[in-house]
């Protein structure tokens, strides 16, 4: 009787962190559903026509040239300010300054192979990698190109709300989708390797490639590592 009512709070507790994590991973579902088709849905906005360039039509180009400038800047400049993880938490931008909201995503990730999609934010700040992936600051922008290595981090899982949890079930020839205000861009798993937490010269870019570079820690629960998937640009 007495170990009986030993073990009843250990069951409980484990039974709420059983519910805990569904519960808040329905929740975060529902959430990034929401946020997905609102991001999704903005570049069909009628106001957004005053934003558009008058030759092309594009929209917010204003940002799209700016994030050019600055992935030709940092590529120049071989990430000088890339000193260490540290600045990687900073955004490369204000989106307030592109009509934008500064917590909104700049794009979206997606990796058919795992069942996983997600929004991306600017910054690998706690609020950012608590919503979603996170593109490391001095790192490149997700809008492709030549010279280009965006580096995208996701926590391996966090408040019972999966993330990257399952990254490492992804094999070369996988395929990643980023898909932002003016496209979608397809990327193939080539290379998983597993490096130190302070290993920046891993994801760095790449002279003449177009890499998406996908980071969260390693092994699963203990995080003294990092784990990292480097995508090529296959479309």
């Known amino acids: 009787m007495k170990k009986a009512l030993f073990l009843l709070p250990i069951a409980l507790f484990g039974l ?13 579902e529902v959430q990034t559903t929401k946020i997905l088709q609102e991001w999704q849905e903005q ?23 700016a994030m050019k400038d600055y992935n030709r800047r ?12 540290d600045v990687c938490e900073q955004p490369a931008f204000s989106l307030s300054d592109y009509v ?22 600017l910054g690998a700040s706690e609020g950012n990698l608590a919503k979603g992936g996170a593109v490391l600051g001095q790192t ?3 809008i492709g190109g030549t010279n280009t290595n965006c580096v995208i981090a996701g926590h391996r899982g966090y408040r019972g709300i999966p993330f ?10 996988d395929t990643v989708q980023i898909t932002n205000l003016w496209g979608r861009m397809t ?20 002279e003449g490639r177009d890499l998406l570079t996908l980071l969260t820690c390693h092994p699963y629960r203990v995080g003294t590592e990092r784990l990292i998937m480097i995508c090529k640009r296959c479309d």
């Open 16 to 28: 709420y962190l059983v519910f805990f994590a569904q519960v808040n991973t329905a929740v975060y």
């Open 74 to 85: 940092i590529a120049e400049e071989k990430q000088a300010g890339l000193t260490s993880l």
């Open 187 to 206: 990327y193939q798993v080539e290379s998983v390797q597993v490096i130190d937490p302070d290993e920046i010269s891993t994801i760095l870019i790449q």
């Open 164 to 173: 990257f949890r399952n990254l490492d079930k992804l094999e070369p020839g």
């Open 140 to 142: 490149s922008l997700p």
């Open 100 to 121: 934008l909201d500064d917590d909104a995503p700049v794009a979206t990730l997606s990796i058919p192979a795992i069942d996983l999609e997600l929004p991306v934010y």
């Open 43 to 65: 570049a069909e906005l009628p106001e957004l026509e005053s934003t558009a360039h008058p030759e092309t039509g594009m929209i917010y180009s204003e940002l799209y040239e």
